[in-house]
């Protein structure tokens, strides 16, 4: 069972536009929700995360906005850049405990200039 | 620290070779985690230790595959045989346990099998 689905599988924006990533999650006792960036060749960094605790995150120009109630949480990039074209991945752990990540499938973003 | 350092980077074998992956973890960082990656099913998750100790190897495909931590600092991840199936990208991770819950990747090993 997907523990973490992710939408959309691709997604082309144009530069300066808003580029939104969607996820949604079933295990309600998770309490950590990271976003990773991946560059092709490389393995996916943290880029940011947030608790269930707060409903928004921001930073820089990426936002992490968290509905615990719907369980879902996106990724919102603003002003999109042609560096930012790259693979985003979506997860969820406990803190505690277990706290092996479950990832989403990915969307792979591209910024066109 | 140089961070998760994985080898072999690129790994081409024949169908019915062993093959085995190595990870180094971040010093200090308590769970080390082995993932594959795959256009269709994105990165999965095949075992998880925690202080060296397998914690859940649900994610290991079948009996083919393997992985050991005999100290913190070394894992192995083992397939024999392998099958053309197994080619992907396959990615080694830790975690610090607390606060910080960052978890670090290293570049990845790239397996084909032909």
């Known amino acids: 069972q997907q523990q973490v689905k992710q939408s959309p599988q691709s997604l082309i924006v144009q530069k300066g536009g808003i580029s939104i990533i969607n996820c949604a999650y079933e295990?309600?006792?998770?309490?950590?929700f990271p976003w990773y960036q991946q560059f092709p060749g490389k393995g996916p960094a943290l880029l940011i995360a947030?608790?269930?605790?707060?409903s928004e995150k921001k930073e820089g120009r990426f936002t992490i906005s968290f509905n615990k109630s719907a369980k879902q949480f996106s990724l919102h990039i603003m002003d999109s850049q042609p560096g930012d074209s790259a693979t985003y991945f979506c997860?969820?752990?406990?803190?505690?405990?277990?706290?092996?990540?479950?990832f989403g499938t990915g969307t792979r973003l591209t910024v066109i200039p | 620290d140089a961070g998760v350092i994985q080898s072999p980077r690129h790994e081409v074998t024949e169908m019915g070779q062993e093959v085995t992956l190595r990870c180094k973890p971040i010093?200090?960082?308590?769970?080390l985690f082995w993932y594959r990656q795959t256009m269709m099913r994105g990165l999965e998750l095949l075992i998880y230790?925690?202080?060296?100790?397998?914690?859940?190897d649900s994610g290991m495909p079948e009996d083919r595959f393997s992985a050991k931590m005999p100290n913190a600092s070394f894992s192995t991840l083992k397939i024999q045989p392998s099958e053309p199936r197994d080619s992907a990208v396959y990615f080694c991770?830790?975690?610090?346990?607390?606060?910080?819950?960052?978890?670090?990747f290293g570049q990845g090993t790239r397996l084909t099998v032909v």
């Open positions: 947030i608790r269930p605790d707060v």
């Open positions: 295990n309600t006792a998770f309490d950590y």
């Open positions: 230790f925690n202080n060296n100790v397998p914690i859940d």
């Open positions: 991770a830790s975690r610090p346990t607390g606060e910080d819950t960052e978890a670090f």
């Open positions: 010093s200090g960082h308590n769970s």
């Open positions: 997860a969820a752990s406990l803190l505690t405990g277990a706290n092996n990540l479950f």
